[in-house]
């Protein structure tokens, strides 16, 4: 069955510095996903991508955040300069989204990225 | 604003024991999904359960049982019979219909111990 896969599994940065997370999503899904997961935490929502461009992002999402889809397999999330706080658990996924309604398909959700700011 | 709330945040059975984790969700659409996901220790998320509003009728997957409510807003879940294995955090989780890329709002977990 095919899978979002993440990498790498496990990342650790300095403070201050930038890190990119990397995510290949399913073949044929159209719709991307970053959630984020503090240690003993709920999963929480950060950005929804679609058609090249953002769809949706929480305020958790700020200036420091960015994505791209810089070639037609890889889902990217950029933190420019990290803090502590962005310590967590990164959650890719994606969706087929038949009909322009992604609910519509079930969200696929990688392994996760775990992410320590020292 | 959509909402999911996990009242119970650890519970802990003795192996074999029948336990049951609520969800309550709160949402103005009328079309949404509802969701269940388990997550071991090794921290990956394992998605169980997709349910559509329109679906109230409930599920049983092998141990796992699932009881959807509208009238109440509730999606409890069920763990016949559980086993060690079952021991993870399990989320309920919500997603509206509408727009193009819809979010999942996750609750905040129940993190089940199952004793031997």
């Known amino acids: 069955e095919p899978e979002v896969t993440q990498t790498p599994s496990h990342q650790v940065t300095q403070m201050g510095q930038e890190v990119i997370l990397r995510c290949v999503p399913i073949?044929?899904?159209?719709?991307f996903y970053w959630y984020r997961q503090i240690l003993g935490q709920k999963v929480e929502f950060l950005v929804s991508f679609y058609n090249n461009e953002i769809s949706e992002k929480s305020e958790i999402f700020d200036d420091q955040f960015s994505v791209e889809r810089p070639d037609g397999s890889n889902f990217t999330l950029k933190i420019r300069s990290t803090k502590l706080e962005d310590s967590a658990m990164y959650f890719c996924?994606?969706?087929?989204?038949?009909?322009?309604?992604?609910?519509?398909?079930?969200?696929?959700f990688g392994d996760g990225t775990r992410l320590s700011i020292l | 604003a959509q909402k999911v709330t996990q009242a119970q945040t650890e519970i802990s059975v003795v192996e074999k024991e029948d336990v049951t984790l609520d969800c309550v969700y709160e949402?103005?659409?009328?079309?949404?999904?509802l969701f269940w996901y388990k997550q071991p220790p090794s921290g990956e998320l394992v998605f169980l359960i997709r349910r559509n509003s329109f679906d109230e009728q409930n599920e049983i997957s092998g141990r796992y049982s699932w009881n959807f409510q509208k009238s109440t807003s509730s999606f409890n879940f069920t763990i016949t019979a559980s086993q060690v294995v079952d021991s993870a955090v399990y989320f309920c989780?919500?997603?509206?219909?509408?727009?193009?890329?819809?979010?999942?709002?996750f609750g905040s977990g129940t993190r089940l111990s199952i004793r031997p």
């Open positions: 996924a994606s969706s087929e989204g038949a009909g322009g309604k992604s609910s519509n398909q079930p969200q696929h």
């Open positions: 949402t103005r659409d009328t079309t949404y999904y």
């Open positions: 073949s044929n899904h159209l719709y």
């Open positions: 989780a919500l997603s509206e219909a509408g727009g193009s890329a819809s979010k999942i709002i």
